[in-house]
């Protein structure tokens, strides 16, 4: 999915690697980029289970205008841990998510 590729999220990826820069840990990492986020990108929309894959935004779109739904924030919650190396995140978003196992499923579905 193109919209969940740091390579085509240049500045999630970057301010990602700028708010873990001090970071000594996974963990760390984690509750870094989650605080972040919480504080900084407002949740507007449907929540993600009711949401098609291809209505979703990138990353650097969710982060740039300060406001996505559900979907949007956990494609850039993914290209941030991504971005820092962190490639199993299935717990991380679950944990913050409605209706996780429909959203992990979707997930994994998706092309």
């Known amino acids: 999915m193109k919209n969940a590729d740091p390579e085509k999220n240049p500045q999630s990826v970057k301010l990602a690697k700028e708010l873990a820069g001090t970071c000594h840990s996974t ?3 984690i509750k870094t980029v989650k605080d972040y ?3 900084n990108i407002r949740r507007a929309g449907p929540e993600a289970d009711k949401i098609y ?3 979703a935004s990138k990353a650097d779109t969710a982060l740039r205008e300060g406001y996505g739904n559900s979907l949007d924030q956990a494609i850039l919650l993914y290209v941030m841990l991504k ?3 962190i490639n199993d995140i299935s717990v991380v978003l679950a944990s913050d998510l409605p209706a996780a ?3 992990l499923e979707r ?3 998706m092309p």
């Open 101 to 103: 196992d429909r959203v």
């Open 27 to 29: 963990a760390e990492k």
């Open 37 to 39: 986020l919480a504080k």
């Open 107 to 109: 997930f994994a579905k």
């Open 83 to 85: 971005a820092l190396g």
């Open 53 to 55: 894959w291809y209505a």
